[in-house]
């Protein structure tokens, strides 16, 4: 053993920006942050959490606290279908799994398909931690160009044309970093280019309950339903720590995941599963829900009419229809990044947009990230008034 080597995953991939700013944030819990992109620790359900648990041990005893199935835990995996179908995803349980958390589902998914130097494509911009994760597992990660409402049709096209695709990676509801949501329209129009070249796309959807206003769209997985992941969680709606992730694949593929898993953490923890299956069957589970997506609308409220009092001119945004995550474009020459370090000494923090693209040669300086869930409703004008004072004094 030679102390001190690191596998060429771990060599692939490095701390950055979003890692300092978190530890600066760590030393500083004064700073108004708008970039934790987290739950309002105030709505994680304690009480609830706590009273779920009192009611499976009465109801499955110590056998909750035993192994479990890999495939996932039957009275949870039930559940999740009747949560599928309202997503208008209809499957079999040969489809379905129960992974550890959304993060963990992605990453059996890498496991099962990457190769090194394999091709995934992303949107233009995408989920940081995902590329570094496809990274990790030698994979190249192209940018697809993308407007308001995703990734477009004929660059898609094109692109899985040009390379020998592992697969295309697409969060389409409520996107982190943008916010946006892909149109019924276009998620049709990309389902048809999927399949037409016969590729895969591993839909990312761990947004999709927290909708303030507008009608959700079907999932991109019921329009391409043999050429797609889906994989959803409940780390935004119960908790980050229950660690529950819910994915549908192909059972070939699936197939091969569950094989995997075995050797990783060989199934997601029962106890956490008998959770999930009780908050997600109960009339308490619901009137969180509805609780947490109220708190959650009144927060995006304040901080756009924040924006709109305190912004200079010159930047622009769309207010999205739910998720955690707003986008802002400055002035050409506006520089979110040399901004950071001046923004946290005033108080306030938020990630550059630079850090959510591919292509770390693109020119994004101009675009910032601002996260509302986890700002308490009573901070967001004084953080945004701060941050504002900010982008004035350096205009």
Not at 115 to 134: I, M
Not at 259 to 271: N, W
Request: hydrophobic residues 45%.
């Amino acid at each position: 053993m030679v102390l001190g080597k690191r596998s060429r995953g771990a060599a692939a991939v490095t701390s950055g920006p979003i890692d300092d700013i978190f530890a600066a944030l760590a030393r500083r819990p004064e700073v108004v942050s708008f970039a934790v992109g987290a739950p309002d620790p105030a709505l994680l359900p304690g009480e609830l959490v706590a009273a779920l648990s009192q009611d499976i041990i009465g109801r499955y005893g110590s056998a909750v606290l035993q192994y479990g199935m890999t495939r996932g835990f039957a009275p949870l995996l039930d559940q999740a279908r009747d949560l599928l179908s309202r997503r208008h995803i209809r499957c079999s349980l040969d489809r379905m799994h129960i992974s550890t958390g959304g993060s963990g589902a992605l990453h059996n998914v890498c496991l099962a398909l990457l190769d090194p130097h394999d091709v995934v494509l992303v949107e233009t911009p995408t989920y940081g931690p995902a590329v570094k994760l496809f990274r990790s597992h030698g994979a190249t990660v192209v940018e697809v160009a993308s407007d308001d409402v995703g990734i477009v049709p004929e660059a898609l096209d094109e692109a899985l044309a040009r390379y020998d695709v592992a697969f295309v990676y697409l969060l389409p509801t409520f996107q982190n970093p943008t916010g946006r949501t892909m149109s019924t329209e276009r998620r049709i129009q990309v389902a048809d280019v999927v399949v037409r070249r016969g590729a895969l796309v591993v839909e990312d959807d761990v947004y999709t309950d927290l909708r303030y206003r507008g009608v959700s769209p079907p999932a991109l997985y019921s329009f391409a339903p043999d050429n797609s992941v889906y994989i959803t969680s409940l780390s935004k709606t119960l908790a980050p720590a229950i660690r529950i992730g819910i994915t549908v694949m192909p059972p070939e593929l699936l197939n091969n995941v569950l094989a995997l898993k075995q050797g990783i953490d060989m199934q997601t923890s029962t106890y956490c599963q008998a959770i999930a299956a009780e908050f997600l069957g109960s009339a308490a589970g619901t009137a969180h829900l509805t609780h947490i997506v109220g708190t959650y609308s009144a927060k995006l409220d304040t901080l756009v009419d924040a924006l709109q009092r305190h912004l200079p001119n010159g930047f622009r945004w769309v207010t999205p229809e739910g998720g955690m995550f707003l986008w802002i474009e400055g002035p050409r020459e506006f520089d979110a990044d040399a901004l950071l370090d001046r923004a946290l000494r005033h108080g306030v923090a938020f990630l550059p947009g630079s850090v959510f693209f591919a292509d770390s040669e693109g020119d994004h300086h101009n675009t910032m990230r601002l996260s509302f869930a986890n700002v308490p409703q009573d901070d967001i004008d004084r953080g945004i008034e701060m941050l504002a004072t900010v982008c004035k004094d350096t205009a």
